[in-house]
């Protein structure tokens, strides 16, 4: 490890963590390469004076972590190689710092972006979550416990009376978010002011019979430079909330959604396309800076990743890296670093039920959206008693409770989940 | 392989192709979870009737071709699975095409979205390159020789004077096309209007020498939302050109900007940010689709893409495939299929000397941007010779000759360049 850096810089950087596979090279080298080639493309031949000026465009190698492989094992051999970009050199956004950092960078052999970290210079441009966390929590009045989700379970080719029954099914069990399915776009059956006209409906229906909030998300989709209007269009209709297929549409679009004057809803970030990025060990970018760092930092309030637990998987030290930028509060008290942003909800998804509750409040504690498709509309007893059955199961992780004795009790819902699912603790 | 798709098919349907890896999976049975989980959701639950209205919605699997490993390796047992997805379930815009087809299934297991292809109906909302590849040649008079283009060689901390020195340089030796780097951004030292000012006067300076038309490519950046009012402001202050990072903001920011009534000039495409999606074999999207054919749909007149033989490389077969999306005029005659749109002029790039156009010729044929960065400004005798090495060694293939004795007839910039260099064949 070398760290001619904290010598060296002064001004405010932003750092690019990569992971670079190659049998054989001087990953010094390369380092230094990277470092001057992304930024002032070439330095050893400048003339001094201008070595002067140009040393506030110049990269940095803040580090170089060489990992040889332990016997022979060719194909093994990286290094994590930390380069400190000066913040002078991008315009305050996240296209202007992830080409800087990995666009040519990320066609130059096996390697990966592993890792961010923000200058507060350029920190101070986002806002970062409009409501974050804790207004969502506000919102919904539910200060403390774990939050539940419904996902629609069909929605294609269903008309509007459809929708607002399977919707009024899912939120009578008590859940405290409904979003739309990610591939429901705009269509003659359920336009979007319609559906949220008749989801919003179906909303005040069930609050009558279960006395609680509910948050909506419509999915925002259709063209980049309408976004806004049509966000506006839901809102207007009644949405409470949005949902959007940030990847399929860039991290700036969402960033300046978020902080628009006309869209005061709390806004989900759906990760569609995310595993085109993240699972290769040797390309693409970590689930913890694509799922995590960046979707905070572009504001989205609830950020859905594949948990560890279910049917589409990611490694759960991967899901824990999430959730880890998500929530991190360092410098939170000081109004510095990325603490200074609103913390997001963390939605780990696919593949839940009630009997995996123990295990995602183990790995998550309460501060979680746990998230149900199947594992409401799929119950025995019906959706209603899917979603009571995983309040059941949240309200019994919270009292300290073995989920089967909760069950037991003269909890049938919950009986029903953990015979049909079992528990995993 | 089977083929149920031709005989249960009607209606309009767009096709996705993936390369799905695993030891022992049923490929057939995974096949028919995609066709309907991606879109009806659920189909053998459903009543008779209900299937016959949902039918037109559902997903049909085209084929699944197994490929068992030969001997006992294991990891490499796949197969190729083509889906039809019906066209009714999704929007006229990238984002609902990629979010339907590769959205949730990218997080699911080892898979790789390899070919993409597109209904009738689909296409026909997309009016393609606005120039392409003949409107381009028409803009710079050049109907039917390689174009070559330079590109600046350090862009970061210099001044008006420098760039403007620099691109008449580079202009001077016969250059057709000059681009920004993709990581020169707003900055108080060349904003965009200025910048254009000055490198837009450099090039008419260039042509009272040359008698050459330029098109020079101005890097477009900054939000989203403010995209079309930034590329206003450098077709204002004379751009004839602009350069695109497409991937940092998503297709449908180019769809957009291609068809965009005030940019009437050709679009650049930079494939900054590809290396995150198509080098792993296991996951993320082809560059054939990636860099072909969704370019050439949202409107690229000319994109860019790491060349086989340079310093950021490509395999061949992949760079052949890119260029076949780019210049594919199947159906042209008639108006149908992919050949509606207007053809992408294919720009392999980094690390191309003269010494290589024999080469690029031989892979590309003439309908090919050469494109030179460190080829132009590191030639000996300096970047106007550069340039003039290049359009000497384009002369020189196009007339037959043998570079090495076309040099040697009293080209002393082309010999320079060989020297230098070498010549690959």
Request: aromatic share 8%.
């Amino acid at each position: 490890m070398t760290s001619e850096f904290s010598q060296a810089a002064s001004g405010a950087y932003c750092t690019a963590t990569y992971r670079l596979y190659d049998d054989k090279a001087d990953f010094h080298k390369k380092a230094t390469g990277i470092a001057v080639g992304l930024t002032v493309g070439s330095w050893t031949d400048l003339p001094e004076a201008r070595k002067a000026e140009m040393e506030r465009h110049l990269g940095r190698v803040v580090s170089v972590d060489v990992h040889e492989p332990a016997g022979a094992a060719s194909g093994e051999r990286f290094a994590d190689i930390t380069i400190a970009y000066p913040d002078v050199n991008f315009s305050r956004d996240i296209p202007a710092l992830l080409v800087t950092v990995f666009g040519k960078l990320s066609m130059d052999g096996r390697i990966k972006l592993t890792d961010l970290s923000f200058s507060g210079d350029f920190l101070s441009a986002f806002p970062g979550p409009r409501f974050g966390l804790s207004g969502v929590r506000e919102l919904l009045g539910v200060p403390e416990r774990p939050l539940l989700m419904s996902i629609f379970k069909s929605v294609i080719g269903h008309d509007l009376p459809a929708l607002k029954e399977q919707f009024y099914q899912q939120a009578l069990g008590g859940v405290d978010l409904i979003k739309d399915d990610e591939i429901l776009f705009e269509n003659p059956l359920t336009p979007i002011e319609r559906r949220v006209e008749a989801c919003m409906q179906a909303a005040a229906d069930a609050q009558k019979e279960t006395g609680q909030k509910l948050l909506y998300a419509a999915n925002l989709t259709g063209p980049t430079f309408d976004l806004v209007n049509q966000a506006r269009r839901a809102i207007g209709a009644g949405a409470n909330a949005l949902l959007f297929n940030v990847l399929a549409y860039g991290f700036d679009a969402l960033s300046e959604l978020s902080r628009h004057p006309d869209i005061r809803v709390p806004i989900m970030a759906h990760p569609a396309l995310a595993g085109a990025f993240y699972p290769s060990a040797y390309h693409g970018i970590s689930a913890q800076v694509l799922l995590g760092k960046l979707m905070r930092l572009a504001g989205a309030d609830l950020v859905l990743f594949p948990s560890p637990y279910g049917s589409v998987v990611m490694p759960r030290e991967e899901n824990l890296a999430i959730k880890e930028a998500l929530l991190d509060t360092t410098g939170a008290a000081e109004g510095t670093g990325f603490g200074r942003l609103k913390t997001s909800f963390p939605v780990p998804s696919a593949g839940i039920h009630p009997g995996l509750v123990p295990l995602i409040l183990k790995d998550f504690g309460t501060d979680v959206v746990v998230n149900a498709g199947g594992g409401v509309h799929g119950h025995p007893m019906g959706a209603a008693a899917g979603g009571r059955a995983f309040r059941q199961a949240m309200d019994g992780c919270l009292s300290g409770a073995s989920l089967r004795e909760y069950a037991a009790a003269g909890r049938p819902e919950l009986q029903a989940a953990i015979d049909a699912w079992g528990i995993r603790e």
